[in-house]
């Protein structure tokens, strides 16, 4: 009966083991090959700054071998291939680098490129211009269902939200602010955020009233933004928050008999952080101002 027992214990080993062999085997057959990555050299091109920051926070700057000319600043400066401006991609410079999957904007192009693109084997995802959080969150759960690090994404997802309620909370209290978002074009002079960019979207995750009164960007006059005079200015510069101050009161120095300067209302926001939309960064910048408004109960 021993004997007998022994026999059944090495037979019943051995379907086990036969078993663990084959479903090991039929794993490697199904797992998709998205969930993959770690395992092989993925090559990805990223031609949206949000896309690179994103990509960048999730842990997959390793796999870029390419970005557009905004995206440089956000990867430390990458030794990696340049394609320029995201509107005018170039479909040889993008196909010589044999990518396997390119993420931009919806507003990246030409359309010519992209028809030939559509026609290699390059996957393609088009995110829509974030100009909220809830675009942004949804753009980040795209990025995540493409890659086998879903937890990266949801930690960036889970802040992302945290930012929201926070920002939520302290919103009401902003509503009669008046506001202008402008850009520091150097000796160029200012451009005013109207309905639809990322300045006026900055202005809504505050709570204020853009003093604007027309889409896009456009340049305006300091005498205009004088008569208007803003309680809050945020400015869009790539210096420090007092030299970006200080260079504007230098360009124009009009600025410091409006209220804004008057009372320490300016603030400044590196312009990269917007240049495709809100980003993780720019819903950040938009909590820190934030906490420093006025509340509608201390306005005169």
């Known amino acids: 009966m021993r004997i007998a027992r022994q026999k059944m214990l090495g037979e ?4 086990r083991e036969i078993w663990w062999k084959w479903a090991g085997l039929c794993c490697l057959l199904i797992w998709p090959q998205s969930a993959a990555l770690a395992d092989r050299a993925i090559r990805i091109i990223s031609v949206d700054a949000n896309a690179t920051e994103l990509l960048a926070e999730g842990g997959l700057a390793d796999y870029l ?9 956000l990867l ?3 030794q990696l291939a340049d394609l320029g401006y995201h509107r005018n991609l170039s479909a040889e410079a993008i196909l010589s680098l044999e990518p396997d999957l390119l993420i931009g904007s919806q507003h990246m192009g030409p359309e010519s490129t992209l028809e030939i693109l559509r026609r290699s084997d390059i ?3 088009v995110l829509p211009v974030p100009l909220d959080t ?3 969150m949804e753009n980040i759960n795209t990025l995540a269902s493409h890659f086998d690090n879903k937890a990266e994404f949801d930690r960036i997802n889970q802040q992302v939200a945290a930012y929201h309620r926070e920002l939520n909370d302290t919103r009401h209290q902003h509503t009669s602010i008046a506001m202008t978002f402008l850009l520091q074009l150097n000796e160029r002079g200012l451009s005013q955020a109207g309905a639809g960019t990322a300045g006026d979207a900055l202005i809504k995750l505050l709570g204020g009233q853009n003093i604007s009164r027309f889409a896009n960007y456009k340049p305006v006059s300091t005498e205009a933004l004088i008569n208007e005079n803003p309680q809050v200015i945020v400015l869009g510069s790539e210096l420090p928050e007092q030299q970006a101050q200080a260079e504007l009161l230098r360009q124009h120095p009009i600025f410091i008999h409006g209220e804004a300067f008057q009372n320490a209302q300016v603030y400044v926001v590196p312009p990269s952080l917007l240049i495709a939309g809100l980003s993780v960064s720019a819903v950040k910048a938009a909590v820190d101002i934030s906490a420093k408004l006025p ?3 201390s306005q005169p």
């Open 295 to 297: 509340s509608a109960s």
């Open 76 to 78: 430390d400066n990458r």
């Open 12 to 15: 019943n080993k051995a379907r």
């Open 134 to 136: 809830t675009q942004l």
């Open 123 to 125: 996957e393609m995802i």
């Open 65 to 73: 071998v390419a970005v557009d000319m905004t995206s440089h600043s």
